[in-house]
C-alpha cells in the first residue's frame, strides 16, 4: 500500500468510482467532484506524479491528452504545482474548462 493513498490513483485504479470520460493508455480523464462549469474534467497520468514540475515528460504527455479534450473554442486548461499555488490534490492534474459568454467563472488571480 502506498504512503500516500492519493484519491486520483485510486480512481485510476478503479477503487473509487468517478464519471470517467475518457480513457488511454497513459492517462484518464473524469468530472470532478465539484465542475465549475458544464463540461469540467480533470484529466491525470495513470503514473502518480505530483505535479507539473516533477516528471517533464509525464507533464508533457498529460497537456496533450488535455489538448485532445480542449475542443472547446474557448476554455481554460490549467494546472496548479503546491500549495502556495492552489494545489490541492498532489497528482498532476490539468482542469479542462470550458468558458462560455457570461459565464461569471473568475480566475484564481486578480491582475494587478
Not at 34 to 56: E, F, I, M, Q, S
Amino acid at each position: 500500500m502506498p504512503v500516500y493513498d492519493c484519491p486520483f490513483c485510486t480512481i485510476v485504479r478503479g477503487e473509487t468510482e468517478a464519471e470517467i470520460v475518457h480513457e488511454w493508455s497513459d492517462a484518464v480523464a473524469f468530472v470532478p467532484l465539484n465542475p465549475v462549469t458544464p463540461g469540467h474534467v480533470l484529466v491525470v497520468p495513470r503514473v502518480h506524479v505530483a505535479d507539473v514540475g516533477h516528471d517533464p515528460e509525464v507533464s508533457a504527455m498529460t497537456m496533450r491528452r488535455a489538448a485532445e479534450l480542449a475542443a472547446e473554442t474557448h476554455c481554460n486548461v490549467i494546472t496548479s504545482r503546491g500549495a502556495v499555488a492552489t494545489q490541492t490534490i498532489f497528482h498532476l492534474h490539468y482542469h479542462v474548462v470550458p468558458r462560455r459568454e457570461g459565464d461569471a467563472l473568475s480566475l484564481p488571480w486578480d491582475v494587478r
